[in-house]
C-alpha cells in the first residue's frame, strides 16, 4: 500500500504543497534596510557552513513572515515541513494520522513518545501523571477546582497578576469558595508581589498561579511555597509551557494549551500530581475528571490526534536543541534585546511591566507618542513582514509574542526597525 501511495496523486500534492503558488511575501514587501540586511547574511552563508542566523534568514524568506501572535503561534518550520511529508501517508500507512484509530498501533506509539519526550524535557517525576485533554486551558480553570476541592463551599486561594488568573478565579468560584490572596489590578497588572505578601488561607485546598499572563507579559521567575495543608501548587502555564525548566514536583497540577510554545490549539496538557486524582466532586462531569483520563492514557474518548502527534514532534525538536536549559537561554537572549531596546529608547518605547517580572515570551509595550503611532508602527512591520503585532483588545498597543519557535532573527530584525522607526519618526 505504502509503496502505491507514493505514486498516486499524493505525491503530487506534496510537490504542490512545496511549490509556493506565490513569491513570499517578504521578497516583495521586505524594506532595502531589511533587504540587504537579508543578503548579506545570505552571501555570509554562501562561503561558510549556514549559521543558525543564516538559516533563519533562509527561513524567513521561504515563509515570508516572522509571526508575533500570542496563540495559535509560530510553530518551528521543521516541524510543519515533517508534518507536510508525513501528511498524507503516515509511517507508510497509506494514511494520514488524522484517518486512523486512535487505538491503533501508529497513533498509540506516537501518544506514548509525545509523552515520554515531555517527560524526559521536563524531567517530569513518576510521582505525577502527564494527561492530553480537550477544551482549552479555560476548561481546566474548572476543572481544577471540581478536582481538587470537595464542594462549593471548599477555599481556594488565586493571585490574580493579570485578565487570564482573573478569569480562573471567577470560574473556580463557580466549584469552590475562592478567593483572591492578591491582585494586581490596582497596578494594573504590571508587578508580582512578594511572596510573604500573599494572604494565604492554611484551609485553602491549593494555591492558584498563572506563571505567565500572556497579555499583560508578567511572568514569574520563581513560584511561592503553598501555605495549605495539602501543600498544593497549581500553575496555568499555557504561555510559558516548555520555554525553560521547571520543578515539576513543587506543583500539585500544571496546565497548559499547547497553542503558544508546544503545537497547534486542540489539545490541552496536564501535569498532575497522582495522590490528588479520583476525588473529583461527584458532579464533575466525566470529561472533566482527572481520574476518566490518567486511567485511560488519555484515551477514555477519541483525543485530538493530530495536535497531539504535532506536539510529539515539537518536543522533539525541542529535546534536539539540547532540552529546556538550552531554550530557555534562547529565550533570555531574544527577550534582553527586546527589553534593552525598549530601555534604551528614552521613553519612545514603554514596557510599564516591573522589570524584575517581565516576560520572556509576551512583550508588551506602548509607544510614547500614542495610538495613532501604534497603529502606524503596527501597519508598518506588518508592510515589513513582521506580523500580529497588535496588542490585545483589551490593553491595545503593541505585543511581540517571542516564544521558543521565533528565530532570533526575528527579534532581531524587530529591534532594528524600532530603532528605524524612531529615527523616522523622532
Ligand atoms: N491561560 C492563558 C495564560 C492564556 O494565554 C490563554 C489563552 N490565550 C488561556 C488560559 C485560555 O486558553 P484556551 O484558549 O486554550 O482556553
Known amino acids: 500500500m505504502a509503496a502505491a501511495a507514493a505514486t498516486t496523486p499524493h505525491s503530487l500534492l506534496l510537490q504542490r504543497a512545496a511549490t509556493p503558488a506565490a513569491p513570499p511575501r517578504a521578497a516583495i514587501a521586505a524594506s532595502s534596510l531589511s533587504l540587504s540586511a537579508r543578503a548579506a547574511r545570505i552571501s555570509c552563508a554562501a562561503v561558510a557552513a549556514p549559521s543558525p542566523a543564516a538559516a533563519a534568514a533562509a527561513d524567513e524568506a521561504e515563509r515570508g513572515v516572522y509571526n508575533f501572535a500570542a496563540g495559535p503561534a509560530t510553530l518551528p518550520l521543521s516541524v510543519l515541513k515533517r508534518a507536510q511529508a508525513e501528511l498524507v501517508d503516515y509511517h ?160 500539585g497540577v500544571i496546565y497548559a494549551g499547547a497553542q503558544k510554545n508546544v503545537g497547534p490549539s ?47 514532534l515539537v518536543f ?10 538550552e531554550v530557555e537561554k534562547k529565550n533570555a537572549h531574544k527577550a534582553g534585546i527586546l527589553y534593552d531596546t525598549v530601555d534604551a529608547s528614552s521613553g519612545y518605547y514603554i514596557c510599564p511591566v516591573d522589570k524584575s517580572v517581565r516576560s520572556h515570551m509576551n512583550v508588551p509595550f506602548t509607544l510614547a507618542k500614542g495610538p495613532d503611532f501604534e497603529k502606524q508602527f503596527i501597519a508598518e512591520a506588518d508592510k515589513e513582514s513582521m506580523v500580529q503585532l497588535k496588542g490585545h483588545r483589551s490593553v491595545g498597543g503593541v505585543r511581540a509574542s517571542i516564544y521558543n519557535a521565533m528565530p532570533l532573527a526575528g527579534v532581531e530584525k524587530l529591534v532594528a526597525f524600532m530603532k528605524d522607526f524612531q529615527a523616522r519618526n523622532p
Open 92 to 251: 507508510g500507512s497509506g494514511m494520514s494520522i488524522m484517518e486512523m484509530s486512535h487505538r491503533g498501533k501508529e497513533f498509540d506509539a506516537a501518544i506514548k513518545k509525545a509523552e515520554a519526550d515531555l517527560r524526559a524535557l521536563l524531567a517530569v517525576p513518576d510521582t505525577h501523571a502527564v494527561l492530553f485533554l480537550q477544551g482549552g486551558a479555560t476548561t481546566q480553570f474548572a476543572a481544577v477546582p471540581l478536582n481538587l476541592c470537595a464542594g462549593p463551599t471548599d477555599p481556594a486561594d488565586f493571585v490574580v497578576s493579570g485578565s487570564w488568573s482573573d478569569k480562573s478565579f471567577k470560574e473556580a468560584k463557580k466549584f469552590s469558595a475562592a478567593s483572591v490572596a492578591w491582585s494586581g489590578k490596582d497596578g494594573k497588572y504590571t508587578a508580582l508581589p512578594p511572596f510573604d505578601a500573599i494572604k494565604q488561607n492554611p484551609e485553602a485546598r491549593f494555591l492558584h498561579i498563572c506563571s505567565n499572563e500572556t497579555i499583560h507579559g508578567v511572568e514569574f521567575k520563581d513560584y511561592p511555597e503553598p501555605r495549605n495543608k495539602s501543600g498544593i501548587l497549581v500553575a496555568d502555564m499555557s504561555s510559558n509551557f516548555c520555554s525553560k525548566p521547571v520543578d515539576v514536583s513543587r506543583f
Open 266 to 312: 486542540g489539545v490541552t496538557i496536564a501535569i498532575v500530581r497522582k495522590d490528588l486524582i479520583g476525588a473529583a466532586q461527584p458532579v464533575t462531569p466525566v470529561m472533566l475528571d482527572f481520574k476518566t483520563h490518567a486511567d485511560n492514557a488519555s484515551l477514555y474518548n477519541t483525543p485530538p490526534c493530530f495536535a497531539i502527534y504535532i506536539c510529539g
Open 316 to 325: 522533539e525538536d525541542l529535546l534536539a536543541q539540547g532540552g529546556l536549559a
